[in-house]
């Protein structure tokens, strides 16, 4: 009895260790990754100005002046993405830009009293513009962005003047990576992955995570202006999981109203996208949307805004002249290498 009583004991006090040494492991990883956060942040301070709208704070960038561009990134990423592809500048000569911080990225806040549809951010976004004075804008979103725009667009027709897609997932399909990367939203559980194991791991895939979404390309040079750890920051991981989630449901409900659309829209995609199947999904939308023009960029993959931004910026003039705001002023360079794009060439 007494062997069988210190027997139990043993392999207790083992349970114990092995727990004391787990919760010990997870301890450090926190405080590591504490680290790496704040001195991220403190290498890479806000570019921009804040708005207090509905609660939200929001952190956006803007340049330039002219007709408002209204510029949404996709998930993962920051709205400086835009910045570092060289678009935000380039648009900025001839238009008044303005690059948010979608809720929960870079440096915006994102309750989580709200769960952030992309009906739920559209609104959201236009009352910030509100605050900034803007009453109509040409709205360009990238990937995961590209459904705040629709939304935008299909729930306030009269302010959205017309639409630039990039890369977008516009159609439900399987996706085995989305509740993979579902993680980090879910709650108790999921503060305890971000906080400590979901940066480490993330981390160690980064490198082949970014050759996908550039791939066919090398990863531009550019897009390592912001470290990974700004984009591995505990917060910013939370808001990509809920997006992963929330993705094949947002795109369902979405789908069934892309008839209403009433705006001018361009949508561009690489046809050797690997994150999203531009066949499914561009040409499939190009297809149903009342007033819409596809453009297509042959061996490019899903950062279509690095690799030709002089084919976007083409895009947002096309629409800016439908929209009566001709302000772009193309040079003969930039318009030979649009074509040559759009050819294949």
Avoid at 117 to 143: F, K, M, N, Y
Avoid at 177 to 191: E, K, M, N, R, T
Avoid at 253 to 269: C, F, G, H, N
Wanted: net charge neutral; hydrophobic share 40%.
């Amino acid at each position: 009895m007494n062997e069988r009583f210190y027997g139990n004991s043993g392999g207790f006090k083992g349970w114990q260790a092995g727990a004391l040494l787990a919760g010990l492991s997870l301890a450090a990883t926190c405080l590591y990754v504490r680290a790496k956060t704040r001195q991220a942040e403190a290498d890479n301070p806000p570019q921009g100005r804040f708005v207090d709208v509905d609660g939200v704070r929001l952190h956006y960038v803007e340049r330039g002046s002219g007709p408002v561009l209204v510029l949404l990134h996709g998930n993962g990423v920051l709205a400086n993405d835009f910045e570092n592809s060289g678009l935000l500048d380039k648009a900025a000569e001839h238009y008044r830009v303005i690059a948010f911080d979608r809720p929960g990225f870079g440096y915006s806040e994102r309750p989580r009293t709200t769960v952030w549809t992309p009906q739920a951010q559209a609104r959201l976004l236009h009352h910030a513009l509100q605050e900034l004075g803007v009453d109509s804008a040409i709205v360009l979103g990238h990937s995961w962005g590209t459904l705040v725009a629709l939304s935008m667009a299909l729930d306030l027709p009269g302010f959205v003047r017309g639409l630039v897609l990039l890369s977008g997932y516009y159609y439900p399909s399987w996706r085995p990576d989305a509740p993979l990367l579902s993680g980090p939203a879910i709650p108790v559980l999921g503060d305890l992955m971000r906080y400590t194991v979901s940066p480490l791991l993330t981390r160690m895939l980064w490198r082949p995570l970014t050759k996908a979404v550039f791939s066919p390309q090398p990863v531009d040079a550019r897009f390592h202006r912001t470290p990974a750890w700004m984009m591995l920051r505990p917060q910013q991981l939370r808001a990509s999981a809920a997006e992963s989630a929330l993705m094949i449901p947002a795109a369902a409900s979405l789908a069934k109203r892309y008839p209403e659309l009433q705006v001018p829209a361009v949508v561009i995609a690489g046809t050797r996208d690997k994150i999203v199947d531009f066949g499914h999904n561009s040409e499939r939308l190009s297809e149903r949307l009342p007033h819409c023009e596809l453009r297509l960029q042959p061996g490019v993959g899903h950062m279509t805004h690095y690799a030709h931004p002089e084919q976007v910026l083409a895009a947002v003039e096309s629409i800016a002249a439908q929209a009566g705001e001709t302000l772009f002023r193309h040079n003969s360079r930039d318009e030979a290498l649009a074509r040559a794009g759009e050819s294949g060439v």
